[in-house]
């Protein structure tokens, strides 16, 4: 009862708020498995500068919602919104409100745990949803109906950046397949937000010994790009063998994906 009141003492910023936004999307260690109880007091208060519209079908925020955790949704969960869990969005906006206390900041995150670039994250071709898979034509539509829900409240933005973690249900993956189809997703959501430099971050898996090729990959994607960046795992750990970052780690890889998304702004 205390978190659910604490909670409610954040309401949405006035009409006319003007936004940066940013965009999230992956697999689970982006919908984030970390545990809410293992963050500070400090890290769970709900942010009165930012906002989020999670959808993760069926599960949705159904709008806009001050940042906090909870926006995650780990497998068999079967509660509402917020969860128990959540991801590098937290650590993402306290490191880029250090460097821009005065800016509002709009989350849009689509990220759904197990899936794979190969099927699930197919851009496929633009204006032809039967061609992509399901979870990036889920992303898209994800995109507009925040968009449109933001406007619908009287505020504006400004898309900035996308931030992306996935991986895992790759890593047998040859690193040169996973580059092309990671270079072609980059290119179709550019194509797909309008932003033709959109800068992008991509998030390092976890090094268990076995993804060498998908962790190669995701290197060389973001090398190849001049508006792409890399949010290293290193000394990062893991709640369970060896996959999904732990609330510390969660913390530490969203500080991560933001300093690199604001070399990129610099730029």
């Known amino acids: 009862m205390i978190k659910i009141f604490f909670f409610l003492l954040f309401t949405l910023p006035a009409v006319g708020e003007e936004f940066a936004l940013y965009l999230l999307a992956g697999q689970s260690n982006m919908d984030g498995r970390g545990d809410n109880t293992d963050l500070t007091k400090a ?83 633009k204006g032809k949803p039967d061609t992509q898979g399901p979870v990036y034509r889920d992303f898209i539509e994800t995109i507009k109906l925040a968009k449109a829900a933001l406007e619908k409240d009287g505020h504006s933005a400004t ?39 959109l800068p992008i971050v991509l998030g390092e898996v976890y090094d268990n010994e076995k993804r060498d090729k998908v962790r190669a990959a995701i290197l060389k994607a973001s090398q ?26 969660q913390w530490i890889l969203g500080e991560r994906f933001a300093t690199e998304m604001l070399k990129l702004i610099k730029k």
């Open 43 to 125: 890290q769970a208060r709900p942010s009165d500068h930012a906002i989020i519209y999670y959808r993760n079908p069926p599960h949705s925020t159904e709008g806009w919602q001050p940042l906090g955790p909870g926006y995650s949704i780990r497998p068999k969960y079967k509660g509402q919104l917020p969860s128990p869990t959540f991801g590098p969005e937290l650590g993402f906006v306290s490191a880029l409100s250090k460097a821009q206390p005065k800016q509002h900041f709009a989350l849009i995150k689509g990220s759904k745990g197990g899936t794979n670039l190969r099927a699930d994250w197919k851009p496929g071709l």
């Open 159 to 197: 898309l900035r950046g996308l931030i992306w973690h996935q991986g895992e249900s790759d890593s047998k993956t040859k690193t040169e397949k996973h580059q092309a189809r990671l270079t072609e997703l980059i290119a179709r959501l550019r194509e797909d937000t309008g932003e033709a430099k």
């Open 224 to 249: 190849a790009d001049l508006a792409c960046g890399f949010a290293s795992a290193k000394n990062l750990t893991t709640w369970d063998p060896g996959t999904h970052f732990d609330a510390k780690s």
